[in-house]
């Protein structure tokens, strides 16, 4: 069982907060739950758009069609009718003038008389959300208690008051829209409540599990959240979050907390991290650990602040002056984000260098059902010195120590014995600035020296699916999502598809990169980018090609139907033709800015 709710409104108007209150609905009674929020960047005028996806299996990917409509506005109905499926609902505030829209025949029309309802019962205009998930409830006569429970939650703090109202309204919106019939009986599945949470969230979950005491940042969609989230729980946590004047305070801090012996992170979008990667520097050669959240946005510069993309791959691995190692991980679905939020710290500390985790809008900010995460978190320090011996005189702690992997020990500040510099220049072993280019050369051979123990923690590249598939789906960060439904469109349709997803894309493995695509039929890249970024360094690091490379860079994520409809084109063609596949969004994202239809 599927089905898809769209709710369309202008911003402001709590399309958000409605979306994301009836994806809860569903979560608590054993659904699995994708909540996928598109919004322009303005606060007032823009079109906002939420859709929510439910299934009594597992759900990955948005789609470009929907069972049931909320329409809110005009904008909504002009822009969202042609998507709603054959015998789905329209569900309208009965103000709108729906004549103009030539609404199809074989759609259900139910005007929501919302405003009568709210003046009927005393509410606010606020509590229109609740009539339409009253509405929406309606429709496939899901038990109306379950939301009464979801309002409890969401508005207790506010007072009885405010939940019975909200819930009286609730009650005559899903009354009334009854009388008009049902789309379809759909029942709770079980009483095992599923989590609904966001990439971000789980990302800062993972850290605190993880042992992070420090976080600071500076606000920057779509990575905000996660300060946001952490600012919330900061006492809860027992821990420090600073929001700080920039992105260059905000990584100079981490870098210097981390220095104090704490496990320190930031979290910014494509932006605010060119302005840290002078301070990314400094960590590195400093040796200190430092974890940073990257979450993509449409660049280069401001871009479009809201919409998605997979663009900063090639900045991420080559941000800031010289040559260093860092990992960069890639988590595809919210356990990955707390997985690997999680071992970032662990590899951070472990080999002394910066990790970032690289997320996306998509997955930063939708929200995805989960039955839990697996909370047995190993916490790897590595080389931390303890228990010095006392110093000959003239001797120095050797905190830059050549190593035969590398790593050197690190003493924190306070330790006997440990005293010593540890600074922005090129060093010698007890940290003291040096030109001497034996010197130069020893600590930077030294460096990279760790890439031999790295390789062997980082996640390798995993294989979904029949490892003999006719096709392969090679994908990184978000794109598992809906590669994963695209893999299962695709075998319900005689099309054998396997999916390999990398949630580390540096550095690489070339001997087990090979092997998967030694064993590979015929492979496809799907990238939300312009250039197939992860393709090159597939090509540079690894030296393998995907057969075709499939690029979206709309400022949306590939839908699973987008990625179905390429392979099978393909197919069609005996996987031959051009090996660039750019793919382009039916619907103009302009539509956004209702102010150029006069909506």
Known sequence: MELTFRIGAEAGAGVMVTGRMLGRCFTRSGYSVLAYPEYPSLIRGGHNVFQIRISDDGVYSPSTRCDVLLALNR???????????????????????????????????????????????????QMANSVQIGAALAVIDYPFD???????????????????????????????????????????????RKALITGNEALALGAVKSGMKFFAAYPMTPASSILHYLCAKERDFNIIVKQTEDEIAAMNYVVGASFAGVRAATATSGGGFALMTEAVGLAAESETPVVIFLAQR????????????????????????????????????????????????????KYQIPVLVLSDK??????????????????????????????????????????????????????????????????????????????????????????????????????????????????????????????HILNKEGINANMIHFSCVFPLDGKTVCSLFKNAKHTIIFENNSTGQFAGMLKEYCDCEPDFIALKYTGRPFYAEEIAEEVKQLKKKG???????????????EYYNTQRYGL
């Not at 015998?87 to 139910?110: A, Q, T």
């Not at 009885?160 to 899903?174: C, D, Q, S």
């Not at 590249?461 to 695209?486: F, N, Q, R």
């Open 75 to 125: 904008a909504a109905l002009f822009y969202h009718r042609n998507a709603v499926n054959p015998n789905g609902v329209i569900i309208y505030d009965e103000k709108i003038d729906v004549s103009e829209f030539k609404l199809r025949n074989d759609i259900k029309k139910i005007p929501l008389p919302i405003d009568k309802i709210l003046s009927d019962a005393g509410a606010s205009p």
């Open 146 to 192: 379950i939301f009464e429970g979801v309002l409890h939650d969401e508005f207790g703090r506010k007072g009885k008051e405010i939940v019975e109202k909200n819930a009286l309204v609730g009650k005559i919106g899903y009354d009334f829209v009854k009388k008009h019939g049902i789309l379809r009986e759909i029942k709770p599945l079980s009483k095992k």
């Open 298 to 349: 449409v660049g280069p510069s401001t871009g479009m602040p809201t919409w998605t993309e997979q663009g900063d791959l090639r900045f991420a691995i080559h941000s800031s002056q010289g040559e260093f190692l860092r990992v960069v991980l890639t988590p595809g679905d919210v356990n990955e984000c707390f997985s690997l939020s999680a071992e970032a710290f662990n590899l951070a500390e």
């Open 362 to 487: 998509f997955l930063s900010e939708s929200l995805f059902s989960t039955d839990g995460f697996n909370d047995n978190i190993k916490i790897e320090r590595g080389k931390i010195a303890r228990d010095l011996p006392l110093l000959q005189p003239n001797a120095r702690f050797k905190r830059y120590e050549i190593t035969s992997d590398g790593v050197s020990p690190r003493a924190l500040p306070g330790t006997p014995n440990g005293m010593h510099v540890s600074s922005s220049y090129e060093h010698n072993e007890t940290g003291f600035s040096t030109e001497l280019f034996s010197e130069r050369k020893a600590q930077v051979d030294k460096r990279a020296r760790k890439i031999n123990g790295l390789i062997k923690d980082v996640p390798s590249p995993k294989v979904y699916g029949d490892k003999k598939a006719e096709v392969s789906l090679i994908t990184w960060g978000s794109m598992k999502l809906p590669a994963m439904e695209g893999v």
């Open 575 to 589: 996987f031959k033709g051009e090996k660039i596949i750019r793919v382009l969004d039916k619907e103009d994202l």
